[in-house]
């Protein structure tokens, strides 16, 4: 299984991004999706995460109402919109694939080489 996450970049505070997520190697649409981030210094961190068709996503608090999860699974591609940022979502995110959607980092299987996001205040 191979993840690439792009997308990622430098921004200003309130600025968008969208970053993409291509899964090879095994069937995806089968597969739950997930994001992660991590900040230098801190853990690794729930992001979103989405499920096989689409029809149930998950959100960290942190991100409710300015991040969107989605999928195509005719693409492989899993994505992640990213609104309004703020300084403090700064960090490497990582996508996940596993078995369902889950905001459990241990239960995803496969894990991508991450994206930077920096954003400017």
């Known amino acids: 299984v191979q993840l690439q996450a792009s997308g990622g970049g430098l921004v200003q505070a309130g600025g968008s991004l969208r970053l993409s997520c291509a899964a090879s190697?095994?069937?995806?649409?089968?597969?739950?999706m997930g994001w992660f981030r991590q900040a230098p210094g801190k853990e690794r961190e729930f992001v979103a995460a989405?499920?096989?068709?689409?029809?149930?996503?998950y959100y960290a608090n942190s991100v409710k109402g300015r991040f969107t999860i989605s999928r195509d699974n005719g693409k492989n591609t899993v994505y992640l919109q990213v609104n309004s940022l703020k300084p403090e979502d700064t960090a490497v995110y990582y996508c996940?694939?596993?078995?369902?959607?889950?905001?459990?980092?241990?239960?995803?299987?496969?894990w991508g080489q991450g994206t930077l996001v920096t954003v400017s205040s």
């Open positions: 190697g095994r069937t995806f649409s089968s597969y739950g």
């Open positions: 989405i499920s096989w068709n689409g029809g149930v996503k």
């Open positions: 996940a694939q596993g078995n369902g959607a889950t905001t459990r980092p241990d239960l995803y299987d496969a």
